[in-house]
């Protein structure tokens, strides 16, 4: 079993990154690939999916992001592509605020979620997510990477933002909306050499 790979992102794709780990090229599957520029260092914790025609890697920069996978992929007609999809469209804390409160019509806007897939994972994982490897207290500190998913969507390279990573930890009591509002004045006083 593959458990982390490290490596220099060499290339990128849609849905993939290859990494170079001392001359040999991984091909990772992720759900943001492009949150991460091409040569930074980086390190992603792995699934290994082995199945008859093919063997693969599922990257996740957050060991909590890989746990959430492993749990989603144990739903009954969710696959690896799709459980990525999904953690790809959406942040920790939403997905298990969503599945908590039963939140039928935000889980139907996910990719591949249709109404008895939503029911389903509210069904397999409602109040699951503390049996997770990380304590339930990690899911207010990974807050700093929610905060950068999103500032990625907004067009910010991963490269960029971890300038500020030091700064937004020292917040990170705010709500996930303040901690963002706050990134973005960081970048913008950055931008202007404040």
Same mark, same amino acid.
């Given at each position: 079993?593959? #458990? =982390?790979?490290?490596?220099?992102? @060499?290339?990128q /794709? *849609? /849905?993939?990154?290859v990494?170079d780990?001392?001359g040999i090229g991984?091909q ?6 492009? /949150?991460? +520029? ?6 992603l ?8 025609? #093919?063997m693969?890697? =599922?990257?996740?920069? +957050?060991?909590?992001e ?6 989603i992929i ?10 990525l999809?999904?953690? +790809? ?7 298990i605020? $969503?599945?908590? %409160?039963?939140?039928? $019509?935000?889980l ?9 897939m $939503?029911s %389903?994972m509210?069904?397999?994982l409602?109040?699951? =997510?503390?049996?997770t490897?990380e304590?339930v @207290? ?5 807050v700093v990477? /929610?905060? =950068?998913?999103a500032?990625?969507?907004l067009?910010?390279k991963r *490269?960029?933002l971890? +300038?500020?990573?030091? #700064?937004?930890?020292?917040? *990170? ?5 303040g901690l ?6 960081l970048?913008? $006083?950055?931008k202007?050499?404040v």
């Amino acid at each position: 079993m593959i #458990a =982390f790979v490290s490596g220099i992102v @060499v290339d990128q /794709d *849609s /849905d993939s990154l290859v990494l170079d780990n001392q001359g040999i090229g991984y091909q990772i599957y992720c759900g943001r690939p492009f /949150d991460v +520029s091409m040569g930074d260092d980086i390190q992603l914790y792995t699934y290994h999916h082995i199945r008859e025609d #093919a063997m693969l890697l =599922f990257g996740f920069l +957050s060991k909590l992001e890989l746990n959430l996978f492993k749990q989603i992929i144990n739903v009954k007609g969710v696959g690896p592509k799709t459980g990525l999809n999904i953690l +790809s469209k959406t942040t920790h804390q939403q997905l298990i605020q $969503a599945i908590d %409160q039963e939140d039928i $019509a935000f889980l139907r806007t996910l990719p591949g979620v249709g109404p008895k897939m $939503a029911s %389903q994972m509210i069904l397999d994982l409602r109040g699951k =997510f503390v049996s997770t490897d990380e304590p339930v @207290v990690n899911l207010k500190n990974n807050v700093v990477e /929610d905060v =950068f998913i999103a500032m990625g969507d907004l067009g910010f390279k991963r *490269s960029e933002l971890n +300038s500020i990573k030091t #700064a937004l930890e020292e917040h *990170s009591d705010q709500s996930l909306q303040g901690l963002i509002t706050y990134g973005l004045k960081l970048m913008n $006083a950055r931008k202007r050499g404040v």
